[in-house]
């Protein structure tokens, strides 16, 4: 951790060592088993070669905005496509507390709360996984679904296939099996997790195997898509925050636009995931968990971050 005028900055490799996923899955459902943080709406301002998102929120935890840019494009290596800062502010005197890298707290962000729902609507033997994309994302819910289950194999669905293949071989290396599949893959998927910038539905709904459970994190504005209308029809469709799902979620607001679903679809939410109050029906029903990325689960993992750093006495 570096110290730059006298604010501690966390950098991505301190966020890595502070949220394991075990423990950060944790942290997230005690939080939202209680009482949420408030959380305006996400800014979206569109700026030369790409996006700045700015997403604030507070609560007890203190007050916390996450400044983000999205190159429109993929960069070239080493500089990644999404790239910003995390400021949390105390509670009391509102001053300045931490500073933290916003990619990394991105990244283990969304894959925890992936995790999340998969360890409150996955089947408890899941262990044949299948991943679309092969990016940070990718590598994250890897990481994250084999926290919450026995994931014993993985397929990797790429739309370039030497990322796919180094990412395969990265897993072989770890001793996780892995292999660069075509979508029809998601045929024999106990957990699937879609992690795109994509505008096309990524599979045919009638591929997925009965009890499959998906993590939908890419389509996180209404241009984009990663799911056929048939699977969201037929799914029981969680979401983080049904007031932000229905203003951003691409694949459920094309859904409804189809008349394929109505906003009633939607089974529950996050917090009612983690009270139990929502859970899977059968062995053989369909789940679906459709996120876009909330403030309020940024503010949660950076006050833990904050709690972790000051048991260390740093």
Not at 5 to 27: F, K, Q
Not at 59 to 82: F, S
């Amino acid at each position: 951790m570096l110290e730059s005028a006298s604010l501690p900055y966390v950098s991505a490799a301190d966020v890595e060592r502070l949220l394991p996923y075990g423990d950060t899955v944790d942290e997230l459902r005690a939080a939202f088993g209680e009482t949420r943080a408030e959380t305006p709406g996400r800014v979206r301002l569109e700026v030369p070669g790409g996006e700045l998102l700015l997403m604030p929120a507070f609560g007890r935890e203190g007050i916390g905005v996450k400044l983000v840019t999205v190159h429109a494009h993929d960069p070239r290596p080493p500089r990644p496509r999404v790239q910003g800062v995390y400021v949390l502010f105390s509670p009391d005197g509102l001053a300045p507390e931490l500073v933290v890298d916003g990619a990394a707290l991105t990244e283990r962000r969304t894959a925890a709360v992936s995790a999340l729902a998969t360890q409150c609507l996955a089947r408890e033997t899941a262990w044949r996984l299948v991943v679309f994309g092969a990016g940070r994302q990718a590598r994250a819910h890897i990481d994250a679904m084999c926290a919450v289950r026995p994931v014993r194999s993985v397929a990797i669905v790429g739309r370039s296939p030497d990322p796919a293949r180094r990412l395969a071989d990265e897993l072989g290396d770890r001793g996780l099996p892995a292999e660069v599949a075509s979508a029809e893959v998601v045929a024999g998927a106990d957990i699937v997790c879609t992690c795109t910038p994509s505008t096309l539905p990524l599979f045919d709904d009638r591929w997925l195997t009965p009890g499959v459970h998906i993590n939908a994190i890419g389509a996180y504005r209404e241009d984009m898509r990663e799911l056929p209308a048939a699977t969201l029809t037929r799914a029981l469709l969680t979401v983080e925050d049904r007031g932000a799902a229905l203003v951003e979620a691409g694949d459920i607001i094309q859904a409804i636009a189809e008349q394929a679903i109505g906003p009633d679809h939607i089974a529950g939410d996050l917090a009612e995931l983690a009270r139990g109050d929502v859970a899977r029906s059968s062995p053989q029903q369909v789940t679906l968990f459709k996120s876009v990325g909330i403030a309020d689960e940024d503010l949660v993992l950076v006050r833990m971050i904050g709690r972790r750093l000051a048991e260390q006495g740093r």
